[in-house]
């Protein structure tokens, strides 16, 4: 099984901040990498697809980077709606999540 | 506009049995590979299955241990979960998810899950 690890699992900012989360795989991936948004009582929300492409209708302050084993997400100037939690998942063989990363408001 | 609308969960007792289905709309429902991803309250995300465009092959999460069975009816444009002799730590929301992509699919819609609450 391929594991996935993010950090740090809590994360403070303010708005306007630039923010990283890290991802990383227990064996390589390539760039089969996948970023979720999800706000409480809602289901997620696709953000990053193969490690850096960013979906239709998310914001460009929304970044993705990375190959292999390790990966980041990049927020650059936090936005109200962006606190929430973050989830990495990887697709190179069968699916697993990381365990997510909570950002709050500090 | 894509739309996923989960439904049959409710609380079981533990060894029972629970049906989900997942009704599709706003999209070619038997173009995409479809999946069931659930989150334990307070939890992370976890894959379950997911199953092909035309139904021929499905894959699980090793440890459902034939438990769940994943299966789909593209012409009602729907998506079924089976669950068998469900535990405590089944209970979870329950999500289906459209699958993208070429040699490698992501999940890039979402329902807004079904609540499975296994407790005596």
């Known amino acids: 099984d391929i594991q996935m690890t993010q950090s740090p699992s809590t994360l403070s900012a303010s708005v306007g901040d630039s923010v990283t989360i890290t991802c990383r795989a227990s064996?390589?991936?390539?760039?089969?990498l996948a970023w979720y948004q999800q706000k409480p009582g809602k289901a997620p929300k696709l953000l990053i697809y193969k490690a850096s492409s960013v979906e239709s209708g998310v914001p460009s302050r929304f970044s993705g980077s990375g190959s292999g084993t390790e990966f980041t997400l990049t927020i650059s100037s936090l936005q109200p709606d962006d606190f929430a939690t973050y989830y990495c998942?990887?697709?190179?063989?069968?699916?697993?999540f990381g365990q997510g990363t909570k950002l709050e408001i500090k | 506009e894509v739309q996923l609308a989960e439904s049959g969960g409710g609380l079981v007792q533990p060894g029972g049995s629970l049906r989900l289905s997942c009704a599709a709309s706003?999209?070619?429902?038997?173009?995409?590979?479809m999946s069931w991803v659930r989150q334990a309250p307070g939890k992370g995300l976890e894959w379950l299955a997911n199953v092909k465009q035309d139904g021929s092959k499905q894959y699980y999460l090793e440890s459902l241990k034939g438990r769940f069975t994943i299966s789909r009816d593209n012409a009602r444009k729907s998506l079924y979960l089976q669950m068998n002799s469900l535990r405590a730590e089944d209970t979870a929301i329950y999500y289906c998810?459209?699958?993208?992509?070429?040699?490698?699919?992501?999940?890039?819609?979402w329902g807004q899950g079904s609540l499975v609450t296994v407790s005596s």
């Open positions: 998810a459209r699958g993208v992509g070429v040699k490698s699919i992501y999940f890039d819609s």
């Open positions: 064996q390589n991936i390539n760039d089969w």
């Open positions: 706003g999209f070619t429902f038997s173009g995409y590979w």
């Open positions: 998942q990887q697709y190179e063989f069968y699916y697993t």
